[in-house]
């Protein structure tokens, strides 16, 4: 008489482990991993006494505010985001005290003494839109970059692009990118 009960064949499992084992290194080296880039910015080098702490002019001090709605505070005047880069350029590119030799600002009494001293004060709402914060970032940056250009045409009759590492860092030191997200003193 034949067994009711029949038996099932044996499936052989460990071939199967090697096989997921092979597909995950095979995603694990094929995936690639997005790194994620932020704005640079260069922090304050730490300060362990009271005697680093330099207090700024007011006039030295361009301010920043957005609020929740995105509207743009730029010295206690509201403006559009298409003005606020020719209204840094002209904070940025003013001579006020004369010893200034690449400046072409007006030199406005209401505008900084000297570029190497302006700070850009940006203070923003939490509620802001994360794409009107980086384009506001961006009109900033983009005005340095504007000022640093016409020094590279100006001063060494080149493109900025084609300026050696040692020009470069002139044309840094002249127009030196001192933006601040913190509350300015």
Sequence with gaps: ?????????????????DIAFLLLIFFLVTTTIENDKGIPRKLP??????DCVEK????????IEIDANNALLVENKLLRLSE???????????????????C??????TASGHPSKAIISVRNDREISYD???????????AYFDLRKRYAKTIFKK???ELNAEELKEARQAYPMLISEAEVE
């Design 56 to 63: 700024a002019k007011e006039r030295d001090v361009f301010r």
């Design 132 to 142: 009107f914060y980086i384009a506001v970032q961006n009109e900033l940056v983009g």
């Design 104 to 109: 072409e600002g007006e030199r406005s009494p």
């Design 45 to 50: 080098r730490p300060c362990l006494t009271m």
């Design 1 to 17: 008489m034949r067994n009711s009960r029949r038996e099932s064949p044996a499936v052989h499992a460990g071939s199967m482990a």
């Design 159 to 161: 493109e900025l692009s």
């Design 84 to 102: 606020l880069r020719a209204a840094a350029t002209a904070f940025l590119d003013n001579d006020l005290d004369g010893t200034c030799s690449y």
